[in-house]
């Protein structure tokens, strides 16, 4: 069974795949505040169940130019950032990037969403270092937002995506976005969603503690932005995170570390960039991706 394909899951990959794997955490990463000057306070909030589209929520402030036709392929990178508790070192930063190909398809009159994700890199941590494996990631179904994620096909328009619900090694959950997680590996609605005998999701960790981390979770993105110009998208990411460890290869893989969202607005920020028909694959994209974007994420230089 793959939960990415449940009705509950719209699957994918989360962006929040840390070092060391914060357990039973749930956490909310603030609102993009850069140099966006067009974007400020649009309501992230506004698009649950049935609520109204992008238009409809806080843009008619914004100042609309040139019209362009939005459908195509568009590559889009993001990173959302906390702060972990790891002891007896202290507080550090940690980010998880993730990189795909996104199809902006016209569903009626308006576009959707539908993203393959192509890499997830989480950061380094106190010299260990988590590794998602490409064969799990080149097995997860698309993510997907039928939209309207524009309303309004002009640059300054404001784009919306989510909430975007995925789940990691769990099913059957009667109500996806508010149930509890489950804590045990025994529990019914854990599985092994990717095939290596182990619960739930092995989240590979190299370095001082190498080993595997058991992994049951959920999250739920969001990316609310402006429309920069006919060829490029940005804003801000906003991820809310439910994850247990349920074990581990070694027993200090599956203790809790303790997370909060961190507030610097270049952790938690996205660029969505129009592609051109020469970049088709992640393979690609991943080749050219320091030419494809123009926004350094993190620790990037």
Not at 131 to 145: E, M, N, T
Not at 147 to 154: A, H
Not at 235 to 248: M, P, S, W
Request: hydrophobic share 35%.
């Amino acid at each position: 069974m793959n939960c990415w394909n449940c009705p509950e899951g719209r699957g994918a990959i989360l962006p929040l795949a840390m070092a060391l794997c914060f357990a039973a955490c749930s956490v909310e990463t603030p609102q993009y505040n850069g140099d966006l000057n067009a974007f400020k306070g649009a309501g992230a909030d506004s698009r649950e169940g049935d609520s109204p589209g992008p238009q409809d929520a806080g843009t008619t402030d914004l100042v609309l130019g040139e019209s362009f036709d939005a459908a195509g392929s568009w590559g889009m990178k993001y990173i959302v950032g906390l702060k972990s508790v790891v002891q007896p070192f202290g507080e550090t930063q940690s980010n998880s990037i993730t990189v795909g190909l996104v199809k902006l398809e016209r569903h009626g009159k308006f576009p959707g969403w539908n993203m393959k994700v192509c890499d997830v890199r989480p950061d380094e941590v106190f010299g260990n270092k988590s590794v998602i494996p490409q064969a799990f990631i080149k097995s997860l179904a698309p993510r997907v937002d039928p939209g309207p994620v524009l309303t309004v096909e002009r640059v300054g328009a404001e784009f919306r995506v989510g909430p975007i619900t995925d789940l990691w090694g769990v099913t059957g959950l009667a109500d996806p976005q508010h149930d509890p997680i489950p804590t045990s590996k025994d529990d019914p609605r854990i599985y092994d969603q990717d095939g290596d005998g182990q619960p739930g999701v092995s989240v590979k960790i190299e370095g001082l503690l190498a080993g595997e981390a058991y992994v049951a979770q959920r999250t739920i993105d969001r990316f609310t932005g402006v429309v920069e110009s006919p060829n490029r998208i940005v804003g801000q990411t906003r991820a809310v995170v439910d994850k247990n460890i349920i074990g581990g290869s070694k027993p200090a893989l599956a203790n809790p570390v303790p997370s909060k969202p961190d507030p610097n607005p270049d952790f938690n920020k996205f660029e969505l960039v129009r592609l051109p028909a020469s970049i088709g694959d992640c393979e690609t994209l991943l080749k050219q991706e320091s030419a494809v974007f123009q926004m350094k994420f993190g620790r990037e230089k």
